[in-house]
């Protein structure tokens, strides 16, 4: 396989750990960056040794060079920055939330399509060590037909901090986290039918949403629970794990904090350290996000190599979207939605 070049647009927080990862993918090398704020390109420039830098999009893409983008920007830039890409028929990479809404998405799934090119969104939580390992848990068929989950991300981590514009938007955990936890729940019971979700914001000093409780009917006849806080004080802090409950026919499985997966039926309990790997450039409470991300991008471009759909498509990702705008438009109304009438 011959050398794959990108380019990645927006240099902020979260793209550090994109572009750590990136060094670590085989055949993969970022040839240019992009950020509308002149220090933060600088830095990212200097600290990867890219010469090639650009204040917009539109520059970046007219001079071309690379074979795929990586957009790590925030939410409100994602739709023209993936039309642009379309523009110039080049593979992307878009980071979560998708898009500002729905349309805006499907919007974006459409263009990348017609031009012919993948557009992957970065869901990464599905990459964790932990969730692959319950899926393939699942695969084994050690607890037989699931048919009751919980997936639960309960925290008060200071995200804020690192990530202040969270604290300034109408929408705040469904839209930031919970599209997370929801990817996960369709990852491991399949797609949804119906959905029924409540919110609520327990610190004062934010604009959105930080609790939400959210009851999912999936399409093969389970019931699960997705319950995502970050008001939830908690003697140990679990971020950022993802804590699953499994009930099947045969079995059961509980991934409780601290990467302790328990697994059992009638031939006994097992239990299993799904902790993830401490990558060299990782840091806790981060590494198991961080090793996802690797994860992703190892899986980006195995998949653009061999011109493979990637496991979070667009295509794909419209369905977890579509669970964020069913979430939010439940706790507006009280009503049971149906997701199909979203798609
Ligand atoms: P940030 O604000 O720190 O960084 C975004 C950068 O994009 C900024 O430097 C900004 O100047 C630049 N930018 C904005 N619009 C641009 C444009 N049109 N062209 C070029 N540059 C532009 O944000 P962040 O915290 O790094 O988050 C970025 C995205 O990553 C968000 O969508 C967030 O939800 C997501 N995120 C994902 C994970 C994950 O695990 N997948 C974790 C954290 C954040
Ligand atoms: O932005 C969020 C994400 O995607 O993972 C964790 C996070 O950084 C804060 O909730």
């Keep these: ?191 949804v039918t119906h959905l029924t979700a409540r919110t609520k914001r327990v610190n004062p000093s934010i604009r959105g949403e930080d609790v939400a409780t959210i009851l999912l009917d999936h399409e093969g006849g389970a019931t699960s629970i997705v319950d995502v806080s970050y008001a939830s004080r908690l003697s140990t802090e679990p971020f950022p794990e993802t804590l699953i409950e499994l009930d099947g026919t045969v079995g059961s499985l509980r991934l409780t904090q601290g990467y302790r997966l328990e697994v059992h039926n009638a031939s006994g309990t097992r239990h299993i350290d799904a902790s993830p790997r401490l990558l060299p450039w990782a840091s806790r409470p981060w590494h198991n996000i961080q090793e996802s991300v690797l994860a992703i991008q190892e899986h980006w471009a195995d998949c653009l190599a061999a011109g493979r759909e990637t496991s979070t498509s667009g295509a794909d990702n419209l369905k977890t979207f579509a669970l964020v705008e069913g979430a939010y438009a439940s706790a507006r109304t009280g009503e049971r939605i149906p997701v199909e009438t979203l798609l």
């Excluded at 794959?4 to 793209?15: E, H, N, P, S, T």
């Design 1 to 191: 396989m011959g050398e794959l070049k990108g380019a990645l647009i927006g240099c902020g927080f979260f793209a550090l750990n994109q572009m750590l990862a990136w060094q670590d993918v085989a055949n993969v090398r970022i040839v240019a960056l992009c950020d509308t704020d002149p220090e933060r390109l600088r830095s990212m420039g200097e600290r990867f040794g890219i010469e090639r830098r650009y204040l917009g999009a539109d520059e970046l893409f007219a001079a071309g060079g690379f074979d795929f983008v990586d957009i790590a920007t925030t939410v409100r830039s994602h739709r023209a920055l993936v039309e642009m890409a379309a523009s110039h028929r080049i593979p992307a990479i878009c980071q979560k939330p998708f898009a500002e809404t729905l349309g805006d998405a499907k919007a974006m799934v459409a263009a990348m399509r017609d031009a012919g090119v993948p557009l992957m969104i970065h869901e990464n939580f599905r990459w964790q060590t932990p969730i692959q390992t319950v899926r393939r848990i699942l695969d084994e068929g050690a607890i037989g037909t699931p048919f009751w989950g919980r997936f639960s991300f309960r925290s008060a981590f200071d995200v804020f901090s690192g990530q202040p514009y969270l604290a300034e938007g109408e929408r705040f955990i469904i839209e930031d986290l919970g599209i997370h936890t929801l990817d996960i729940a369709r990852f491991i019971l399949g797609d």
